[in-house]
C-alpha cells in the first residue's frame, strides 16, 4: 500500500462532506476520493440486505481508485454494514459509531446522553448499545429524525420547516435533561447552529466527524501510511445521481467550489 494514495469516503449524498471537512483540518496533507450515493439517498429507511449491496459496490469502487484507506463518512452504514465491511475490504476502514461514543461519554457529566439519527441508525441501537457497554450508569435517549436528510441535501437548512422537525425531534430528548447530544447521522452537523439554537447552552453537541477522523489520523501513523509533512494534494468527489445538484450543495456547505464532480453509477 502505497503511503501517498488517497483516504476513501463515502456517504448517501452531501452528508459526509462533514467528514471531509475534518479530513481536510486534521490531515491537509492527505488526498481524498469522496462517493456520494445520491441516487439512493436517503439511506435511513433502506434495509441491512440494501445497504449492505450498496456499501459493498461503493468500498470496491474505492479500492479500484487505490485508496490506502476508507472512512464510512455515514453513520447508517456505519452501524448497519461495518462488520460485512471490515471482511470484505482489503484495506483498514473505521465508522463512526465508537469514536462518537467515546466521544460523547469524555463529554456527559450527568450521563444522560442523547441521540439523534436516521430510523435505520435508531433501529441498530449501535449508539445506545455502545454507549451502554463503554460507559457506566448512562441513560440514553434516542430519537430519529427522518425530515432532516432531505432537508439538507436540497439545501433547506434555514427553513421553517428545519424549526418545526427539530422542536419535535429535541423537545424530548431536552425534557429528560441530556447534557450531550450526539449528531448521529453526518447530514446534521450541517444544522449544528439551528441545534444548538433549539437546545440552548446546556447541551453540548459531539459530531462523531471529529473523533473519528482523529482515530484513523492515529491507525494511519500506526500502520506508516500517514503522510507526513506537506503534499500536493487532491479531492476528487463521485456520484450515483446528478452531479452538478451535489455540487451545488456542496458549495453552499463548504463554501468553496469542489472542482469537478463525476457521476459514476455502481
Ligand atoms: N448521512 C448518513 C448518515 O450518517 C445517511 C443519511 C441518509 O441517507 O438517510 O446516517
Not at 15 to 31: D, F, H, N
Not at 150 to 172: F, H, I, K, Q
Not at 241 to 251: E, I, K, L, N, S
Amino acid at each position: 500500500m502505497k503511503r501517498n494514495a488517497a483516504i476513501g469516503l463515502f456517504d448517501s449524498g452531501v452528508g459526509g462532506l462533514s467528514v471531509a471537512v475534518e479530513i481536510y483540518r486534521q490531515m491537509p496533507a492527505e488526498s481524498t476520493v469522496y462517493y456520494g450515493d445520491t441516487a439512493h439517498v436517503p439511506y435511513g429507511p433502506r434495509s441491512a440486505e440494501e445497504l449492505t449491496r450498496f456499501t459493498k459496490r461503493i468500498t470496491d469502487f474505492l479500492q479500484g481508485q487505490g485508496v490506502k484507506y476508507i472512512i464510512a463518512a455515514c453513520n447508517t452504514s456505519s452501524s448497519m454494514c461495518l462488520p460485512v465491511l471490515k471482511e470484505s475490504c482489503k484495506v483498514p476502514i473505521i465508522g463512526l459509531i465508537e469514536p462518537g461514543v467515546k466521544e460523547a461519554l469524555s463529554k456527559t457529566v450527568n450521563g444522560k446522553i442523547g441521540v439523534i439519527a436516521t430510523e435505520a441508525t435508531i433501529r441498530s441501537g449501535a449508539y445506545e448499545h455502545g454507549l451502554k457497554k463503554l460507559g457506566k450508569d448512562i441513560e440514553v435517549y434516542s430519537q430519529a429524525a427522518p425530515r432532516l436528510v432531505p432537508l439538507v441535501e436540497t439545501g433547506r437548512t434555514d427553513t421553517y420547516e428545519v424549526t418545526e422537525a427539530l422542536r419535535e425531534y429535541l423537545s424530548p430528548l431536552q425534557k429528560a435533561g441530556i447534557d450531550t447530544l450526539i449528531l448521529g447521522c453526518t447530514h446534521y452537523p450541517f444544522l449544528a447552529r439551528q441545534i444548538e439554537e433549539e437546545l440552548g447552552p446546556g447541551v453540548r453537541l459531539v459530531d462523531p466527524a471529529l473523533a473519528t477522523v482523529r482515530a484513523a489520523k492515529e491507525e494511519l501513523c500506526r500502520l506508516g501510511l500517514a503522510i507526513n509533512g506537506v503534499s500536493p494534494v487532491s479531492h476528487c468527489f463521485y456520484v450515483s445521481g446528478r452531479p452538478d445538484a451535489f455540487r451545488a450543495a456542496a458549495v453552499r456547505f463548504l463554501k468553496k467550489d469542489i472542482g469537478p464532480v463525476k457521476q459514476v453509477i455502481l
